[in-house]
């Protein structure tokens, strides 16, 4: 009886189905500024590879992710960059992310070394935009997804909510 109540229930858990593996290439970070706001850095974006359900693609290069080290644990991310599929379809990407991590850990992270990624907290909420018919639906929609960072490299998984 409860998973027919849950099946009609409008504010049910949304569930999530897998949309895309993302692999960006990043460069060396650049510090901004730091004041009472944090540190800010911006990360070129390099290139990469996607693959998703019936479609792979590359990362563009040219595109940046946006750093706020809010705190010695806390960072706040904002990456922009764009996709192009096998097929030439090209996507906007906007991902807006939160990595946390005890302090140390943290440290070694902005200090571009190697971390397991158990001890790290990394959750986003991408959006896109497209003018690709058969990708339309994506712009329609909302997103969430899990990262890690290696040191030249981040690896994303990106999930529709349903």
Request: aromatic share 8%; glycine share 10%.
């Amino acid at each position: 009886m409860a998973s027919i109540l849950q099946q009609n229930d409008p504010l049910a858990a949304p569930r999530l189905t897998w949309f895309a593996d993302i692999s960006v290439d990043v460069g060396e970070p650049m510090v901004l500024s730091e004041g009472a706001q944090g540190l800010r850095r911006v990360v070129p974006i390099l290139g990469g590879h996607a693959k998703g359900e019936g479609w792979t693609g590359r990362v563009l290069p040219g595109g940046a992710d946006f750093q706020r080290i809010a705190s010695d644990t806390v960072s706040e991310l904002d990456a922009r960059y764009g996709l192009e599929t096998d097929a030439g379809d090209r996507i906007y990407v906007r991902n807006r992310a939160m990595r946390t991590a005890p302090a140390e850990v943290m440290a070694q992270l902005l200090r571009g070394d190697p971390v397991a990624p158990s001890q790290v907290y990394f959750r986003c909420a991408p959006s896109f935009e497209t003018r690709s018919e058969s990708l339309r639906w994506i712009t329609e929609r909302m997103f969430v997804g899990v990262g890690v960072r290696h040191p030249a490299q981040v690896v994303m998984r990106f999930f529709a909510l349903q």
